[in-house]
């Protein structure tokens, strides 16, 4: 399934996409009457999932509607807690990372690096980044694969890790890099207003494979910068949930952004930073694509 949420009539409802994808099926006139993204994660029930995967693949269900006449907004567009995101989990974007700035970058990989990402209100497909060119001279971008936790998970084995997934999404990892380096900590540099484009939608685990193994890529105005595969992590997302878990809970709606491979903008001679107007395309295979303008 492919899960949105989305405004329509000044509304905020939840819906599925139709297997045609150009449709959307709303949850509540078809017996799913949850409030919102984060209610329907923590709450569905195994039985309600298959039922509601059965109507969608029918193509029955009431009030179904075309896409193009509602406003997708972030599948989660106010999380419950910051997300939880990878550091350097790609050797080709931690050698890029080096060459920029050694001192921020440099060291080994034996375990991973995390990091919170505060996010007011996450940015919708077709939405727009803030510059926030007051402060900030180096705005860069990061596609990411985003796993969303199904249940509670604590203490959660490598072998099980599957069973706590609910579903993925696509985050770009908007940063300012002189924020990033200059405080070390990476809180402030990656959770600026505006710096969490999410979307277009949550594919549930049960439509993906896992290991997740999936193309992933972004463009800048069209040009191809980023274009790598989800099974180049260095820390794999068995690994990361199983070593959070043991220390602690991830509740049920928690997002994990698995870190971005090589391509971004300061990984070129020179950097490649973003300015007003350039638009930037997050996209992952079986998911679909983000597009967002800086403004």
């Not at 029918?58 to 106010?78: H, Q, R, T, W, Y």
């Not at 896992?210 to 980023?226: A, C, D, H, M, T």
Request: glycine share 8%.
């Amino acid at each position: 399934m492919k899960l949105v949420t989305y405004l329509f009539n000044n509304n905020e409802y939840l819906g599925a996409i139709t297997p045609c994808g150009t449709k959307i099926m709303p949850l509540a006139e078809n017996g799913f009457p949850y409030k919102d993204m984060n209610d329907i994660i923590s709450n569905i029930t195994d039985v309600e999932k298959q039922a509601l995967n059965s109507l969608i693949k029918s193509g029955i269900g009431e009030g179904i509607i075309s896409i193009d006449s509602v406003k997708l907004l972030a599948p989660i567009p106010e999380p419950k807690q910051d997300i939880l995101c990878l550091g350097i989990n790609y050797w080709a974007h931690a050698e890029e990372s080096v060459r920029y700035k050694k001192e921020a970058f440099d060291g080994d990989r034996k375990f991973p690096v995390y990091f919170s990402k505060r996010v007011n209100r996450a940015v919708a497909d077709k939405e727009s980044i803030q510059s926030h060119n007051d402060i900030i001279s180096t705005l860069d971008y990061e596609a990411e694969l985003a796993v969303i936790i199904g249940k509670d998970a604590k203490n959660v084995s490598l072998e099980s890790v599957s069973d706590y997934i609910f579903g993925y999404t696509i985050i770009n990892d908007v940063t300012a890099r002189e924020l990033q380096t200059r405080h070390k900590q990476w809180t402030f540099g990656k959770g600026l207003d505006g710096f969490a484009p999410m979307g277009p939608c949550i594919v549930t685990a049960d439509e993906i494979a896992f290991p997740p193994v999936l193309k992933i890529k972004s463009y800048v105005n069209g040009e191809l910068r980023q274009d790598a595969s989800t099974d180049m992590f260095i820390h794999d997302i068995s690994y990361v949930i199983n070593e959070l878990s043991k220390g602690m809970t991830l509740k049920a709606g928690t997002i994990i952004a698995t870190g971005t491979p090589a391509g971004v903008g300061m990984g070129f001679v020179p950097p490649k930073f973003l300015k007003t107007g350039d638009t930037v395309v997050c996209e992952i295979e079986n998911i679909g694509k983000i597009t967002n303008t800086v403004e």
